[in-house]
């Protein structure tokens, strides 16, 4: 079995099934600050990891919560801050310091970063709160990522209730909570899977770092299963799903953890009910969009191949090659976004831009999945990927990358039936030739339509879900009443 006992030393020791010791150690508990708030609303802070995919879903949250009368003060890193284009106006904003207040290290070494900012990140998280309480604002609540564990410690430590928020699926979650517990273990030793109320997985059906081949495995693995450590002394557990969609999952897990609640699908409203109008976008970003409306406007219902694998994977030149190949070869149109840092691995002649096909550094990917253009969805699985075109009736064609992806399209290809998974070859590596029969079935074939039928169906259910008396919003509206009423309780 791994140890990570060298790697960041407050995460999960998995050869022990310890938890990390707390940093907060290092300096006094503090009593609760008198209430001198500027405001009677409830105050949350919202810490999400510093990363567009963590940082958006948590805004909506947060949306949400403001519409229910909370006060939100989002909490990012000093560097992450400098690069943001725009923060919602009704939302504060502060930040705290990771280590690397001018940027992360050098070449991406994960366990650097994640140590110092594991040494770093709580001492000046507490400082804020307290800086925020001396001030007259006083936080009720830490709503945090669950990367970040130490962060309910602070809370607790300022006697304030603190929720962790999942930002991955649920049967994910599960998987990493199994090893937390040492029923799960590492490397594999069975070639099938089995957990409870998850179907049967295959090391293929597995996120990435339980295999010693990933790059940073060690680390990144102890991360996500460290979000586990102290979960159980959390106030509320959220999980960006919608209870519909993960029934069996959702009653098994809330007789582990009573306070847990499904409080998505995090997207904004415009794209499900459009109930609040102040909420068409996710307003934090790193990129700027292109336009790619216009092009789409020419072209047929359900006739263009939209594919996109998010702003981390990086495919090789062999791989690009054939998804490009495989794109200009099959019957209809395309709109590919290729990150600029991925362009010189397109072929020397591929056009960027034909009546069939057009490819582009970035793009409103809700819009554009919400265009009636739009036939499928080629995607890396990753978690807000998968929810958006869930909830935007768009069926998928899986190319996992790394992390939970491979999962989640296992979910989505042999539970919900709103996709299919491309096969690959010996090397990991899906050649043109599967590309275009996946496409064909999706675009022209008989069960294509089935998996069309299927979306639209759960697209129904995500929707229900956050409408009055739906389940979403009748889990937001009991976490924040009882926010209230601990509120109106305290001294």
Same mark, same amino acid.
């Given at each position: 079995?791994?140890?990570?006992?060298?790697?960041?030393?407050?995460?999960?020791?998995?050869?022990?099934?310890?938890?990390?010791k =707390?940093?907060?150690?290092?300096?006094?508990?503090?009593?609760?600050?008198?209430?001198?708030?500027?405001?009677?609303k409830?105050?949350?802070?919202?810490?999400?990891?510093?990363?567009?995919?963590?940082?958006?879903?948590?805004?909506?949250f947060?949306?949400?919560?403001?519409?229910?009368?909370?006060?939100?003060?989002?909490?990012?890193?000093?560097?992450?801050?400098?690069?943001?284009?725009?923060?919602?106006?009704?939302?504060? *904003?502060?930040?705290?310091?990771d280590?690397?207040?001018?940027?992360?290290?050098? !070449?991406?070494?994960?366990?650097d970063y994640?140590?110092?900012?594991?040494?770093?990140?709580?001492?000046?998280?507490?400082?804020?709160? #307290?800086?925020?309480?001396?001030? !007259?604002?006083?936080? $009720?609540?830490?709503i945090?990522?669950?990367?970040?564990?130490?962060?309910?410690?602070v809370?607790?430590?300022h006697?304030?209730?603190?929720a962790?928020? *999942?930002?991955?699926?649920?049967?994910?979650?599960?998987?990493?909570?199994?090893?937390?517990?040492?029923?799960?273990q590492?490397?594999?030793?069975?070639?099938?899977i089995?957990?409870?109320?998850?179907?049967?997985?295959?090391?293929?059906?597995?996120?990435?770092?339980?295999?010693?081949?990933?790059?940073?495995?060690?680390?990144?693995?102890?991360?996500?299963?460290?979000?586990?450590s102290?979960?159980?002394?959390a106030?509320?557990?959220?999980?960006?799903?919608?209870?519909?969609? $993960?029934?069996?999952?959702?009653?098994?897990?809330?007789k582990?953890?009573?306070?847990?609640?499904?409080?998505?699908?995090?997207?904004?409203s415009m794209?499900?009910?459009?109930?609040?109008?102040?909420?068409?976008?996710?307003?934090?970003?790193?990129?700027?969009?292109?336009?790619?409306?216009e092009? *789409?406007? $020419?072209?047929?219902?359900?006739?263009?191949?939209?594919?996109?694998f998010?702003?981390?994977?990086?495919?090789?030149?062999?791989?690009?090659?054939?998804?490009?190949? !495989?794109? /200009?070869? +099959?019957?209809?149109?395309?709109?590919?976004?290729?990150?600029? =840092?991925?362009?010189?691995?397109?072929?020397?002649?591929?056009?960027?831009?034909?009546?069939?096909?057009?490819?582009?550094?970035? +793009?409103?990917q809700?819009?554009?999945?919400?265009?009636?253009?739009?036939? +499928?969805?080629?995607?890396?699985?990753?978690?807000?990927?998968?929810?958006?075109?869930?909830?935007?009736?768009?069926?998928?064609? !899986?190319?996992p990358?790394?992390? $939970?992806?491979?999962?989640?399209?296992?979910?989505?290809?042999?539970?919900?039936?709103?996709?299919? /998974?491309?096969?690959?070859?010996?090397?990991?590596?899906?050649? /043109? #030739?599967?590309?275009?029969?996946?496409?064909?079935?999706?675009?022209?074939?008989k069960?294509?339509?089935?998996?069309?039928n299927?979306?639209?169906?759960?697209?129904?259910?995500?929707?229900?879900?956050?409408?009055?008396?739906?389940s979403?919003?009748r889990?937001?509206?009991?976490?924040?009443?009882d926010?209230?009423?601990?509120?109106?309780?305290?001294?």
């Amino acid at each position: 079995m791994f140890t990570f006992s060298t790697i960041v030393p407050w995460l999960v020791n998995l050869s022990t099934n310890s938890v990390y010791k =707390s940093p907060l150690a290092l300096f006094p508990k503090s009593q609760k600050m008198e209430k001198n708030s500027i405001s009677s609303k409830a105050h949350c802070l919202v810490l999400p990891y510093p990363a567009q995919g963590h940082i958006n879903p948590m805004i909506h949250f947060s949306k949400l919560l403001e519409h229910q009368g909370v006060r939100i003060t989002l909490v990012t890193t000093r560097f992450y801050c400098k690069n943001l284009q725009k923060v919602p106006t009704s939302i504060a *904003l502060e930040t705290i310091s990771d280590g690397f207040d001018n940027g992360p290290p050098e !070449g991406g070494n994960y366990k650097d970063y994640f140590e110092r900012f594991w040494q770093v990140g709580p001492k000046t998280f507490a400082e804020l709160i #307290e800086k925020l309480g001396s001030s !007259g604002n006083e936080v $009720d609540c830490v709503i945090y990522d669950s990367h970040f564990p130490w962060a309910l410690d602070v809370a607790k430590t300022h006697g304030i209730v603190g929720a962790s928020y *999942l930002t991955q699926h649920m049967a994910v979650n599960s998987i990493h909570y199994h090893v937390h517990l040492g029923k799960l273990q590492v490397p594999l030793t069975q070639d099938e899977i089995s957990l409870p109320v998850l179907p049967n997985l295959k090391h293929e059906d597995m996120p990435s770092f339980f295999f010693p081949y990933e790059e940073d495995h060690p680390t990144m693995f102890g991360l996500l299963v460290g979000q586990f450590s102290n979960i159980d002394k959390a106030d509320w557990v959220f999980c960006n799903t919608f209870y519909e969609l $993960d029934k069996e999952i959702v009653d098994w897990i809330i007789k582990i953890w009573p306070k847990f609640r499904t409080v998505g699908p995090n997207i904004p409203s415009m794209f499900l009910d459009d109930k609040y109008k102040d909420n068409h976008d996710y307003e934090i970003s790193q990129f700027k969009s292109e336009e790619c409306i216009e092009w *789409l406007n $020419d072209k047929p219902k359900g006739s263009v191949v939209y594919v996109s694998f998010g702003s981390l994977a990086t495919f090789g030149e062999e791989q690009m090659e054939e998804l490009a190949c !495989g794109l /200009r070869e +099959c019957s209809g149109y395309f709109l590919w976004v290729v990150r600029a =840092s991925e362009e010189t691995k397109l072929p020397k002649d591929f056009e960027k831009k034909t009546e069939k096909g057009l490819v582009v550094t970035w +793009c409103y990917q809700l819009k554009v999945l919400a265009h009636e253009a739009i036939g +499928c969805f080629v995607t890396h699985c990753g978690w807000n990927s998968t929810l958006e075109t869930l909830c935007l009736g768009v069926p998928t064609i !899986g190319i996992p990358y790394w992390s $939970d992806q491979s999962t989640n399209a296992k979910i989505i290809a042999d539970v919900w039936k709103i996709g299919i /998974r491309a096969p690959f070859d010996e090397k990991k590596i899906v050649r /043109r #030739e599967a590309l275009k029969h996946c496409i064909w079935r999706m675009m022209e074939s008989k069960e294509g339509k089935e998996i069309k039928n299927n979306v639209i169906q759960w697209k129904t259910l995500a929707i229900k879900a956050v409408l009055d008396n739906g389940s979403s919003l009748r889990n937001i509206i009991e976490f924040t009443q009882d926010l209230f009423h601990a509120k109106t309780l305290c001294p």
